[in-house]
């Protein structure tokens, strides 16, 4: 049965990092799109960033763009979020996803993901 599993997530000061991991089984993620969201305590879910089955294209939210960083690595099945600079309105859940790769655009892909994690909490507090 398809997996992902969300790891890294934790407790940081302002200003600090974190990487995330989105470890994904029974699947081969060489025809997904991966994508990272967030649910923040009373809000909707959002779109982070996403990364194409090739890795050639990615895409940020621009509440993260020049902070944030995506990454994969097929042959371990993990995606990466590496997060820099973050900030308290950076604290939600944050969410794995995958789609199977519809078109080149990440995005695109994404808009109706198949499959979720369950996600890891990010905590920016002084």
């Known amino acids: 049965q398809l997996q992902l599993v969300e790891s890294g997530g934790g407790l940081v000061q302002p200003g600090g990092s974190l990487r995330l991991s989105c470890a994904v089984s029974?699947?081969?993620?060489?025809?997904?799109?991966i994508g990272w969201f967030r649910q923040a305590p009373g809000k909707e879910r959002e779109g982070v960033s996403c990364?194409?089955?090739?890795?050639?294209?990615?895409n940020y939210a621009d509440s993260v763009k020049g902070r944030f960083t995506i990454s994969r690595d097929n042959a371990k099945r993990t995606v990466y979020l590496q997060m820099n600079s973050l900030k308290p309105e950076d604290t939600a859940v944050y969410y794995c996803?995958?789609?199977?790769?519809?078109?080149?655009?990440?995005?695109?892909?994404?808009?109706?993901?198949?499959?979720w994690g369950k996600g890891t909490m990010v905590t920016v507090s002084p």
């Open positions: 996803a995958a789609a199977y790769s519809a078109s080149y655009y990440c995005y695109v892909s994404l808009k109706t993901p198949e499959y």
């Open positions: 990364i194409s089955s090739s890795g050639d294209n990615t």
């Open positions: 029974m699947l081969n993620l060489d025809y997904y799109a």
